[in-house]
C-alpha cells in the first residue's frame, strides 16, 4: 500500500490553551508515513495537553521500533498500549490533583500492504471513505464514540436530533488516564479492502462540533485534493467550533492487490457491555480539577445495553414434569401398598368365607356327634324340616302348645328311630321285612334319599 500526501489539522481554536495532540506533527508527515495519531487531552492546563502529548510520543517511539511495517500486528499494538499507560502512570507521582485529573482519548491508523488498523478510545473518531462507480462518496467504516450521549442514541433514549444539543456531550465513558485500577481497551477494526483513491480521516471532537457524516461527504465530494478539502475543514471549524480541532486526511495511492486469508475484508467495532468506572467529563478550561470532580460525582456510571441471551426455560419446564411423574408413581406405588395392608391385616371375612367355615366341617365328625353311646338307644329322634320349624316355634312362642301326634304316627317314628339306629351302629336290616314294615319305611327313605 502507498499513500499520498498527508494533511492535518492541530488547532488550539476558541480555547485559552491547547491539549490536543497529533503524530506526526502537523506539516511533517511524509508519504513514507505508516502510522498516524490524533489525542484530545482533557484535564485543563497541565493535564489534558501533557496527557494527550506523553501518549503520542510513547506511540511513537514503540512504532519506530518496528523495522519491517509487515510485522505489525493487533499484539504489537496492544504491547504500545501498555507502555503509555505506563508513561502515564510513571509521570503521575505526585500528589497534584491537576495531573490526577488528566486524561485522552485515543485515535490510531497503521497502514501497510496487508491491512489497515485502526484502534480508538474516547469519542475521536476514525473514517474510511470510498468513492463508488457512479462518483458517489459513502462512509465504509466509522467508529462508535465512547461518549454518554451515543449510548443514549443507540438505546434509543434520544434521537439525533436531540443527540446534537445533548446537554452532557462531553461526557465520556471511556478514557487513558493513569493509576486506573482497569485499564480500558481499545475498539479495533482491520480490513484488508483498501483501494486507490480511498480517504481514512481521523478527528477529535473539535471537528464534529462543525462537520457531521453529511457535512464531511459533501466537502468531500466538493472538492478534487485533500489540501482543498482540509482547508474547508478548517474553515467550518473556525467559524462554528468552540474546542481545539485536530485532524488528520491520509488519502490512499495504490491499495492492498493481495488480500491476505488471516485478515478479514471488515469487522465490526466491538461494543463495550459494561464500563470499569464512571463515565469522564472532558473539562478544557484552566479551572479544571474543581469541574472534573463535579462531572465525577455527578455523572452516574452508564452501561451499555448487553447482547440478549435464550433462557433455556424449556429445559426448566422439562426438569418439573418428570419430577411430577417421579412423585405421581411413588404415589400410586404408596396407595397401591396400602391396600395390600389393609387387605391382609385390618379386613375382616366376608360372609362367603364364614358361609364356607361353617359347611366344611366334616360329615364323620357330625354323625359321631349324633352317635349314642353303647346300651344307650337314642332318646331324641331325627327332626325333619318342618318339625324344626315347629321347634323354632316353640322356642319363640311358648303360649303355643306342641302339636299332639297319635298312636300310629308315634309307632312309625318308633320304627323310623329304629331303623336310623341300627344304620348307625353298622347293622344292617334283617333281610326278612314284613309287608306292613316295607310300606312303613319306603316313604321315609324314599325322602331322605
Not at 489534558?48 to 501518549?55: N, Q, R, T
Not at 480500558?184 to 462543525?210: N, R
Not at 462537520?211 to 466538493?222: F, G, H, S, Y
Not at 391396600?339 to 362367603?352: E, S
Amino acid at each position: 500500500m502507498k499513500i499520498n500526501q498527508p494533511y492535518a489539522l492541530n488547532e488550539q481554536g476558541n480555547r485559552d490553551n491547547q491539549e490536543d495532540n497529533i503524530f506526526p506533527q502537523k506539516g511533517k508527515a511524509t508519504t513514507d508515513q505508516h502510522f498516524f495519531l490524533v489525542c484530545d487531552g482533557m484535564g485543563g492546563r497541565e493535564g489534558g495537553e501533557v496527557a494527550s502529548k506523553i501518549i503520542c510520543e510513547t506511540f511513537a517511539e514503540y512504532m519506530h521500533s518496528i523495522k519491517n511495517p509487515e510485522d505489525f500486528s493487533e499484539d504489537v499494538f496492544n504491547r504500545a498500549l501498555a507502555a503509555a499507560y505506563n508513561a502515564l502512570d510513571n509521570y503521575d507521582i505526585s500528589s497534584d490533583d491537576k495531573k490526577k485529573e488528566m486524561g485522552t482519548t485515543l485515535t490510531f491508523l497503521y497502514l501497510n500492504d496487508s491491512q489497515a488498523f485502526m484502534a480508538h478510545i474516547g469519542d475521536s473518531r476514525i473514517y474510511h471513505l470510498r468513492k463508488n462507480e457512479v462518483g458517489k462518496w459513502n462512509i465504509l467504516f466509522k467508529t462508535s464514540d465512547h461518549s454518554l450521549v451515543n449510548d443514549l442514541l443507540k438505546a434509543g433514549v434520544i434521537d439525533e436530533v436531540e443527540a446534537a444539543d445533548y446537554p452532557k456531550k462531553n461526557v465520556i465513558t471511556r478514557v487513558m488516564q493513569p493509576n486506573l485500577e482497569r485499564r480500558y481497551k481499545a475498539d479495533l477494526h482491520e480490513t484488508a479492502d483498501v483501494q486507490a483513491g480511498d480517504l481514512f480521516f481521523l478527528c477529535s471532537d473539535g471537528i464534529l462540533e462543525s462537520v457531521n457524516d453529511e457535512t464531511l461527504l459533501q466537502i468531500v465530494a466538493e472538492n478534487n485534493n485533500c489540501r482543498k478539502i482540509i482547508t474547508a475543514i478548517e474553515s467550518l471549524c473556525n467559524k462554528n467550533s468552540h474546542d481545539n480541532f485536530s485532524a488528520y486526511l491520509v488519502p490512499v495511492a495504490e491499495g492492498i492487490t493481495v488480500i491476505n486469508k488471516g485478515k478479514p475484508e471488515s469487522t465490526s467495532p466491538v461494543e463495550m457491555t459494561q464500563l470499569a468506572s464512571a463515565p469522564v467529563e472532558k473539562v478544557k478550561q484552566e479551572n479544571a480539577p474543581a469541574e472534573a470532580a463535579e462531572a465525577k460525582t455527578s455523572v452516574p456510571t452508564v452501561v451499555s445495553k448487553p447482547a440478549s441471551l435464550p433462557i433455556p426455560e424449556r429445559p426448566q419446564k422439562e426438569k418439573k414434569k418428570s419430577n411430577f411423574s417421579l412423585w405421581l408413581i411413588v404415589f400410586l406405588l404408596a396407595a397401591i401398598a396400602g391396600l395390600l395392608a389393609y387387605n391382609m391385616f385390618f379386613k375382616n371375612d366376608t360372609p362367603k368365607e364364614k358361609e364356607r367355615n361353617i359347611n366344611t366341617q366334616p360329615i364323620d365328625s357330625i354323625i359321631k356327634e349324633t352317635k349314642p353311646t353303647a346300651g344307650k338307644p337314642m332318646t331324641e329322634p331325627i327332626s325333619t324340616p318342618v318339625q324344626k320349624e315347629q321347634k323354632k316355634t316353640e322356642v319363640h312362642d311358648e303360649k303355643v302348645p306342641p302339636p299332639k301326634t297319635t298312636d300310629q304316627e308315634n309307632s312309625d317314628l318308633t320304627n323310623v328311630n329304629s331303623i336310623v339306629e341300627r344304620a348307625i351302629n353298622g347293622s344292617g336290616m334283617d333281610n326278612e321285612k314284613t309287608d306292613d314294615d316295607t310300606t312303613k319305611i319306603n316313604p321315609e327313605h324314599n325322602k331322605y334319599k
